[in-house]
């Protein structure tokens, strides 16, 4: 149950079939805040408080954003691996390569009457064979460097093969 101020991501991750537009292996996670680099660039950008030498990468190095540097790329990625999400994740365990693994985003309006907005992606399906994902997640660009906001796992994963894709949804609720 959210408590007036949180922070609640819930993500809605399907295979739809490229051919019918119907959706398959539909995972829903609605038990999910988002990572400490989250809070950290919430604090940087809207709060104006420079976080130093604090926030992980996605390389496991600790940076520092500076207040009102925002974010110049969003996007949602995928990988094939993982453990159950934590907090103090800074990474997906094994991002898949290229467009099957990474797209930029839809970021969309906050709707003033609920506070919600989504953060949306298709990747894009196998060239050959079938691709298992077990995680996902949100990468921001800050200057030269990329972190990991938030990142959900499916032990069961989703299986894509050509005539399919993964599709992403992360709903951000503000109570």
Same mark, same amino acid.
């Given at each position: 149950?959210?408590?007036?101020?949180? %922070?609640? +991501?819930?993500?809605?991750? /399907?295979?739809?079939?490229?051919?019918?537009?119907?959706?398959?292996?539909?995972?829903?996670?609605?038990?999910?805040?988002? *990572?400490?680099? +989250?809070?950290? $660039?919430?604090?940087?950008?809207?709060?104006? /408080?420079?976080?130093? =030498?604090?926030?992980?990468?996605?390389?496991?190095?600790? !940076?520092?954003? #500076?207040?009102? @540097?925002?974010?110049?790329?969003?996007?949602?990625?995928?990988?094939? /691996?993982?453990?159950?999400?934590?907090?103090? &994740?800074?990474?997906?365990? *094994?991002?898949?390569?290229?467009?099957?693994? /990474?797209? =930029?985003?839809?970021?969309?309006?906050?709707?003033?009457? =609920? &506070?919600?907005? *989504?953060?949306?992606?298709?990747?894009?399906?196998?060239?050959?064979? #079938?691709?298992?994902?077990?995680?996902?997640? $949100?990468? %921001? #660009?800050?200057?030269?460097?990329?972190?990991?906001?938030? !990142? &959900?796992?499916?032990?069961?994963?989703?299986?894509? &093969? @050509? +005539?399919?894709?993964?599709?992403?949804?992360?709903?951000?609720?503000?109570?």
């Amino acid at each position: 149950m959210m408590k007036k101020g949180d %922070v609640h +991501l819930k993500v809605k991750v /399907a295979v739809i079939n490229k051919e019918t537009g119907k959706e398959e292996q539909v995972f829903v996670d609605d038990e999910h805040g988002g *990572t400490v680099q +989250l809070s950290q $660039i919430i604090c940087a950008n809207v709060l104006g /408080a420079t976080q130093t =030498t604090v926030v992980k990468d996605t390389g496991g190095v600790a !940076r520092t954003v #500076t207040a009102g @540097t925002g974010p110049t790329l969003v996007q949602v990625v995928a990988g094939t /691996a993982g453990s159950a999400a934590a907090v103090t &994740d800074y990474t997906l365990n *094994t991002q898949v390569g290229s467009t099957q693994g /990474a797209q =930029t985003a839809t970021v969309g309006t906050v709707n003033t009457s =609920t &506070d919600v907005f *989504t953060v949306t992606a298709n990747m894009a399906a196998p060239g050959s064979g #079938t691709t298992v994902y077990k995680e996902v997640g $949100i990468y %921001v #660009t800050i200057s030269t460097f990329v972190f990991c906001i938030a !990142r &959900d796992y499916n032990s069961g994963g989703w299986s894509v &093969d @050509t +005539l399919h894709y993964l599709a992403v949804t992360y709903t951000v609720t503000i109570s």
